[in-house]
């Protein structure tokens, strides 16, 4: 079936604009997680979703940072006033938060470059 | 604070040979332990993981040996390939106290030679 995808999959801009980048969970699955990879580290946690709502936000580097999960599926993740130092490849993975797994699937990314 | 450390940072061994990539964690709690293989310009992808009530987990080629009282936990890749050439992700959690946030370490290099 489908994977976790992630749209779009480069987006450059200007220090100072905002951004929303997209990810779409794979059908059924209710958890949903961003996380944030810089070139060389593994990644970073930035918010979960159980549903529509966020359940661990703690992850969130400041108050520029926002994710929403509306119906439970689709989820955005939008940056304000972008600044250099938010460059980086932005990952959501989503799992099945039944039963007794914990596996996260991960999309392809969004790289994130602020000039 | 870096709650799983990862070494070495960067691996080279000849096809066929055994690649043996180390991780430790402090936090007692965690209860999940996942290693991804992510391919440049791709995202992770699961390969294997274990819980902590078992000591080894075998998956084909990849091996995770898992020590709970040394707290450390380790990825073998037997009769290496040139295809497995990527970066690999050890990482934890706790799905009780953290929701199954992922603590990832910092990954490790892989180049196997021909």
């Known amino acids: 079936g489908a994977g976790v995808s992630q749209t779009p999959s480069n987006k450059v801009t200007e220090k100072g604009k905002y951004v929303e980048l997209r990810c779409d969970p794979i059908?059924?699955?209710?958890?949903l997680y961003w996380y944030r990879q810089s070139l060389g580290q593994g990644p970073e946690f930035l918010i979960y979703?159980?549903?529509?709502?966020?359940?661990?936000d703690s992850g969130l580097p400041n108050d520029r940072f926002f994710a929403v999960r509306p119906e439970g599926s689709v989820s955005t993740l939008k940056i304000q006033r972008t600044e250099r130092g938010d460059s980086a490849v932005y990952l959501c993975?989503?799992?099945?938060?039944?039963?007794?797994?914990?596996?996260?699937?991960f999309g392809p990314g969004t790289r994130l470059t602020v000039t | 604070q870096q709650q799983v450390k990862q070494s070495p940072q960067s691996l080279i061994v000849q096809k066929g040979g055994i690649s043996i990539i180390n991780c430790a964690y402090e936090n007692t709690a965690f209860d999940y332990f996942p290693w991804y293989q992510q391919f440049p310009g791709k995202g992770p992808a699961l390969l294997i993981a274990?819980?902590?009530?078992?000591s080894e987990k075998k998956e084909g080629r990849f091996t995770i040996s898992f020590n709970k009282s040394a707290k450390q936990f380790s990825l073998h890749i037997m009769d290496s390939q040139p295809g497995d050439s990527a970066t690999y992700f050890c990482a934890a959690s706790n799905r009780g106290s953290t929701l199954g946030r992922l603590y990832f370490g910092r990954g490790t290099q892989l180049t196997v030679w021909p």
């Open positions: 993975a989503s799992s099945y938060s039944g039963g007794d797994t914990y596996e996260q699937y």
């Open positions: 979703f159980q549903g529509t709502g966020a359940a661990d």
């Open positions: 274990i819980r902590p009530d078992v």
């Open positions: 059908s059924g699955h209710t958890a």
